[in-house]
Nanobody
């Protein structure tokens, strides 16, 4: 089994910063990629940023220049540093991981989601 545990959400004023963390645990052979998605009330879940095992990153246009994704491979953890937050960034942020499990070594890609963490930005 694999678990993703997120932390770091909360309430912040516009212009402020928050740092989200997501730690993966379980029978992990390799983490292919990790990322963050978000879902605001009444809207579909959308990509925020992803980072592959080699370190290459991808960002949604609406966070470029404000958010930074990083990972610590030794800790199986991904971070999302969010600066210059706006009220429209308010959403539940979900961690996502593409993991190669030891128990199912013949299947190199398995998709997992965290439970989500609320980020609220007040104006």
């Amino acid at each position: 089994q694999v678990q993703l545990v997120e932390s770091g959400g909360g309430l912040v004023q516009a212009g402020g910063s928050l740092r989200l963390s997501c730690a993966a645990s379980g029978d992990i052979f390799r983490i292919n990629a990790m990322g963050w998605y978000r879902q605001a009330p009444g809207k579909q879940r959308e990509l925020v940023a992803t980072i592959r095992s080699i370190g290459s990153t991808n960002y949604a246009d609406f966070v470029k220049g404000r958010f930074t994704i990083s990972r610590d491979n030794a800790k199986n953890t991904v971070y999302l540093q969010m600066n210059s937050l706006k009220p429209e960034d308010t959403a539940v942020y979900y961690c996502n991981a593409d993991i190669w499990r030891i128990a199912t070594i013949a299947v190199p890609h398995n998709n997992y989601w965290g439970q989500g963490t609320q980020v609220t930005v007040s104006s």
